[in-house]
Nanobody
Framework: QVQLVESGGGLVQSGGSLRLTCATS????????VAWFRQAPGKEREGVAC???????????????TYYVDSVKGRFTISRHNSNTITLQMNSLKPEDTGTYYC???????????????????????WGKGTLVTVSS
């Protein structure tokens, strides 16, 4: 069974940085699109960043590799640390970034984030349990 485990959350002051990690065992994340989501108290879950499968056939789809929601562009970076780990580097954090952050993986091989549902979540088949990020003002 695929398990995703997030870590790296915590309390940070506004303007600070955190690095979140999504790790799995027995499953090679390289082959699948992976996304980070967050949910603030009382709000709906939203997609934050997505990274396409490293096996995307680039002549089939127009793939930029990484995708971000507008509110985090220029501040957050999603990347592959190794075949089993995805990181989310978060800089210049703001109080509105507070929430529980989840990583999730598309169970279908070799897809670009650009072909997933608009907020990516409908296509994610595996979810972690989340890590809490709190940004104080």
């Amino acid at each position: 069974q695929v398990q995703l485990v997030e870590s790296g959350g915590g309390l940070v002051q506004s303007g600070g940085s955190l690095r979140l990690t999504c790790a799995t065992s027995g499953y090679t994340l390289d082959y699948y699109a992976v996304a980070w989501f967050r949910q603030a108290p009382g709000k709906e879950r939203e997609g934050v960043a997505c990274i396409s499968s490293s096996e995307v056939v680039s002549d089939v789809v127009d793939d930029r590799g990484t995708y971000y929601v507008d509110s985090v562009k220029g501040r957050f970076t999603i990347s592959r640390h190794n075949s089993n780990t995805i990181t989310l580097q978060m800089n210049s954090l703001k109080p509105e970034d507070t929430g529980t952050y989840y990583c999730a993986a598309d169970p279908r091989f070799g897809r670009s984030c650009s072909v997933l549902s608009p907020d990516w979540s409908d296509d994610m088949g595996y979810w972690g349990k989340g890590t809490l990020v709190t940004v104080s003002s």
